[in-house]
C-alpha cells in the first residue's frame, strides 16, 4: 500500500527504556526513509514480556521519544506480547516497517507482506565517534543504588516472639551502596533488598520513607509464602529510611512507634566511628535458631542495651556507646547463641587486636560482617570497610 502523499511514512516499535545514543541513531537512519513514527511498549507489555519494572515510566518515554527530531510522532502501544504494535501500525499506515537486526522476525516480515508493507533490516551502527550502544549492555553496566541497611542494637526484637516477652527498640542505620556490592547472606539485609530490586530495580523512588518501607514489607512477606517466617520489620525500615532509626516492637511484626535522627554532627560521629569487618557468607541451611533459648530476662536486657545504645549515640558519649553496643551484641548471642559460628571468634580476636572496642555481627549472624567501633580517628582494621549513613536531602 501507498500514501498519496510523497513523502513515505515509517514506522519502527520497541520498548526505548533507558533512552540511549543507540536509539537515536537508529531512528535518525530510519527517517532517512521517509517521516518516522515511532511505537513504543507500554509498562505493561515490558513487565509482562521482561519480568521487570521500567525504569522510565510510558509517559516519559513517549515525551522523550516525540522531542527526538527524527521522530514525526509517536504513540504507546495498546496491544500486547511480542507483537503489540499492531494496532498502532494499522493507525500510522505506513509504507516502510523498519527493525534493527536483532529485532526482526518472520512473525514481522508476514504482518508487512499481508499489508503490502516494505520490510527493512538495519544494522546497528554507532553515529561517528560514538560507541555501540544497546539497552542490554547499558543496563548491565549501571550499578544498583539501592542501599543496605545495619542493625546497631536490639536485632531480634522485631519478631513477634522475643518482643512478646518484653517491648523494645531496634536502632538501624540505612548505608549507601558501594561500587562492589557486599556479599550475600551477610547480614546486610541482601534478601530484604534483593525484594527491593523486583520493585524498584536502580534506587528507591522519591516517597514518603515510611510507606515504603510498609510497602517492602508486604512484598517480601506474601500471605500465600508456605515458608512460615516473616522477615524482620527492621530490615525494610533500614533499607528504605534515612539516617539512624529506632523502631519499637511490642509482640507485633510491625512497630507501634518510629523516631529518626538526621542531625548531621550526630550522623558523622556514628560514620567516624563504625566500620564494616567481611567475614564469610552464613552456610546454606545453617540454622541461627537451633538452641535459643529466649526468656523474660535476656529480652528485657536486649531492650536495655538498646536504649542505652540511643542514649549515648545522641549524647556522642564514645564509652557509653561502646558499652551499649557490645552488650547489645551479648544479649543477642545469649538468646540464639548458635549466632556464634565456627570461625566467627576468631574474627572478633582480630578486630580487638587492631582497636576495636566493640563489635557486633551484622543481621541474624551466622557468618557475614563484623560491625566493628573504632576510637576516634584510629585507622580501621585491614579489610575493613566505612560506611556512609544515608541522608534525607530534603530535610
Known amino acids: 500500500?501507498?500514501?498519496?502523499?510523497?513523502?513515505?511514512?515509517?514506522?519502527?516499535s520497541g520498548c526505548y527504556d533507558m533512552l540511549h545514543s543507540g536509539h537515536?541513531?537508529?531512528?535518525?537512519?530510519?527517517?532517512?526513509?521517509?517521516?518516522?513514527?515511532?511505537?513504543?511498549?507500554?509498562?505493561?507489555?515490558?513487565?509482562?514480556?521482561?519480568?521487570?519494572?521500567?525504569?522510565?515510566?510510558?509517559?516519559?518515554?513517549?515525551y522523550m521519544v516525540k522531542s527526538i527530531r527524527y521522530v514525526t510522532d509517536a504513540y504507546i502501544n495498546r496491544g500486547s506480547g511480542m507483537m503489540d504494535f499492531v494496532d498502532t501500525l494499522d493507525r500510522v499506515r505506513p509504507d516502510i516497517f523498519v527493525v534493527n537486526s536483532d529485532g526482526g522476525s518472520d512473525a514481522k516480515r508476514r504482518l508487512c507482506a499481508e499489508r503490502g508493507i516494505e520490510y527493512v533490516e538495519l544494522q546497528r551502527v554507532p553515529d561517528a565517534g560514538l560507541e555501540a550502544r544497546s539497552t542490554t549492555s547499558l543496563r548491565s553496566t549501571v550499578q544498583c543504588a539501592l542501599p543496605y541497611r545495619i542493625?546497631?542494637?536490639?536485632?531480634?526484637?522485631?519478631?513477634?516472639?522475643?518482643?512478646?516477652?518484653?517491648?523494645?527498640?531496634?536502632?538501624?542505620?540505612?548505608?549507601?551502596?558501594?561500587?562492589?556490592?557486599?556479599?550475600?547472606?551477610?547480614?546486610?539485609?541482601?534478601?530484604?533488598?534483593?525484594?527491593?530490586?523486583?520493585?524498584?530495580?536502580?534506587?528507591?523512588?522519591?516517597y514518603d520513607e515510611?510507606?515504603?518501607?510498609?510497602?517492602?514489607?508486604?512484598f517480601e512477606n506474601d500471605p500465600e509464602d508456605d515458608r512460615g517466617h516473616v522477615s524482620g520489620a527492621q530490615d525494610a525500615i533500614g533499607i528504605c529510611m534515612t539516617g539512624l532509626v529506632r523502631h519499637h516492637y511490642d509482640n507485633r511484626y510491625w512497630p507501634d512507634r518510629i523516631e529518626s535522627c538526621h542531625d548531621e554532627a550526630i550522623l558523622s560521629w556514628l560514620e567516624n566511628r563504625l566500620c564494616l569487618l567481611p567475614m564469610f557468607p552464613r552456610t546454606p541451611g545453617y540454622s541461627v535458631v537451633e538452641g535459643k533459648d529466649i526468656t523474660p530476662e535476656k529480652v528485657k536486657a536486649l531492650a536495655q542495651a538498646a536504649d542505652a545504645c540511643w542514649e549515648a549515640i545522641m549524647a556522642r558519649d564514645d564509652d557509653a556507646f561502646a558499652k551499649a553496643y557490645l552488650a547489645s551484641f551479648?544479649?543477642?548471642?545469649?538468646?540464639?547463641?548458635?549466632m556464634m559460628a565456627p570461625g566467627v571468634a576468631e574474627f572478633i580476636d582480630r578486630a580487638r587486636a587492631a582497636g576495636a572496642v566493640a563489635w557486633k555481627m551484622t543481621g541474624a549472624g551466622g557468618g557475614g560482617h563484623l560491625a566493628l567501633v573504632m576510637p576516634e580517628g584510629a585507622p580501621l582494621p585491614e579489610g575493613a570497610l566505612p560506611i556512609k549513613i544515608r541522608r534525607n536531602d530534603s530535610l
Open 1 to 12: 500500500m501507498q500514501n498519496s502523499d510523497s513523502r513515505k511514512k515509517v514506522f519502527v
Open 330 to 338: 551479648e544479649a543477642q548471642t545469649a538468646m540464639f547463641p548458635a
Open 24 to 62: 537515536v541513531a537508529f531512528f535518525k537512519e530510519a527517517s532517512r526513509f521517509g517521516d518516522l513514527y515511532v511505537g513504543i511498549g507500554s509498562d505493561a507489555t515490558i513487565r509482562e514480556l521482561k519480568n521487570r519494572k521500567t525504569v522510565c515510566s510510558e509517559k516519559e518515554r513517549l
Open 210 to 218: 515510611e510507606m515504603l518501607a510498609r510497602l517492602l514489607f508486604c
Open 151 to 206: 542493625d546497631l542494637a536490639g536485632t531480634w526484637i522485631d519478631q513477634p516472639y522475643v518482643s512478646q516477652y518484653c517491648p523494645g527498640w531496634a536502632i538501624t542505620v540505612s548505608i549507601e551502596a558501594r561500587e562492589e556490592p557486599f556479599m550475600e547472606r551477610a547480614g546486610m539485609s541482601t534478601s530484604t533488598r534483593n525484594a527491593a530490586r523486583k520493585i524498584w530495580p536502580y534506587q528507591l523512588p522519591n
